[in-house]
């Protein structure tokens, strides 16, 4: 059976388990949410994620949230992006869920797609803060190595990377950072990549685009 995964282009956690399915070519199709205009606080999704987050994975009778547990799935299904030091890799993908997704994806949301007036300059402010003390983590760990759980790529490199690739600016500038440059082109060299906004649908040119019509 094909799986299904409820996402969005802009989603970095939906990012995670939508590359992971692409470089390992395990059949999946995506399944638009649209969680600009309230689609995820609604009974129908609520009932499939009582979350009301995304992504959820769906695939033969099994529905999975949250994109640390469906990348463990998937590495265990596929066998693949799980060499190295288990407890390493779920030390990295904790901390990501922590430290690193949860907020750069929280405050590239506040800079870029909330309406200016109601953007919070103090909390802004602060979790730039926090970005940049997470960044300084994940740049500090990759000196002399290239993958941050072992000496190939995992579901750590897979679940860490993922807001990193966006062009919305939150305060990281590849250019600033060259261990983590260097690192996301060694992800963006594995056969299959794609960006997020070619490999899901939606994203803010669309968006513009049915706001213009």
């Known amino acids: 059976m094909t799986a299904q995964l409820h996402c969005f282009g802009e989603s ?40 009301g987050e995304a992504p959820v994975y769906v695939e033969d009778g099994l529905t999975l949230a949250q994109s640390g547990v469906i990348l463990l799935h998937l590495a265990e ?10 407890s390493e890799i779920l030390r990295w993908l904790f901390w990501d869920n922590h430290k690193g997704s949860s907020q750069f994806g929280t405050l590239r949301f506040l800079m870029n797609f909330l309406p200016p007036e109601k953007r919070p300059a103090e909390v ?30 995992t579901i750590a490199d897979l679940s860490c990377c993922s807001y990193l690739y966006y062009p919305e600016p939150f305060g990281f500038d590849r250019g600033e950072w060259p261990r983590i ?11 299959g990549w794609k960006h997020p906004y070619d490999l899901m649908p939606g994203n803010p040119a669309d968006r513009a685009a049915k706001e213009d019509a």
């Open 181 to 191: 440059d260097a690192w996301l082109d060694r992800i963006q060299a594995l056969p």
């Open 77 to 86: 299904r596929t066998g693949r992006f799980m060499d190295g030091d288990r």
């Open 124 to 153: 802004i402010a602060w979790l730039q803060g926090r970005c940049k003390a997470a960044l300084k983590t994940l740049d500090g760990h990759l000196a002399g190595r290239d993958w941050l759980a072992g000496d190939r790529p």
């Open 12 to 51: 970095g956690h939906s990012y995670k388990v939508a590359l992971m399915m692409q470089l390992t070519g395990h059949p999946w199709q995506p399944v638009f949410v649209d969680f600009f205009s309230g689609a995820m606080r609604g009974a129908d999704y609520r009932a499939l994620n009582e979350m």
